[in-house]
């Protein structure tokens, strides 16, 4: 793959992943922290981790498409099996971060905790910033 072809790969993956993100974070505005530090709003909150998943898995999908592993099918790309078993074979180290945003962001029983998400959205971040387009 041309230095050129990867930088497309990299805009086009990257510019969509932080669109879902910021998507999420304005989900997140609307929910309104409370003085405890908690998100008052379950419904955005569940929007906001809607988003921020579904960010998380074109970030991944483009840093596969980039080391050479093919897009999942369809019916394949909400699952987590996939993602964790080609992470491995690719950068060991994003592992953790995928664990973390899966549990928190894909079970219904979602965290309504301002910390814990913001921890999470920081987890995707440095996921998305693995295809950072770079001039």
Not at 4 to 15: A, L
Not at 24 to 44: C, H, M, P, T, V
Not at 72 to 80: E, F, G, H, N, R
Request: charged share 30%; proline share 2%.
């Amino acid at each position: 793959m041309s230095t050129e072809e990867q930088y497309t790969i990299k805009e086009k993956y990257y510019t969509e992943a932080t669109r879902y993100m910021e998507n999420a974070k304005n989900y997140l505005k609307k929910a309104k922290i409370n003085e405890d530090g908690f998100y008052q709003s379950k419904r955005y909150v569940k929007k906001a981790c809607d988003k921020a998943y579904d960010g998380l898995l074109v970030a991944l999908n483009g840093f596969f498409i980039l080391n050479g592993i093919d897009k999942p099918a369809k019916k394949q790309q909400k699952s987590v099996e996939y993602y964790l078993n080609d992470i491995t074979k690719i950068d060991k180290k994003m592992l953790p971060y995928l664990n973390t945003a899966h549990s928190i962001l894909y079970y219904d029983d979602k965290t309504n905790c301002a910390s814990v998400l913001d921890s999470v959205f920081d987890d995707i971040y440095k996921i998305i910033d693995k295809i950072k387009p770079t001039a």
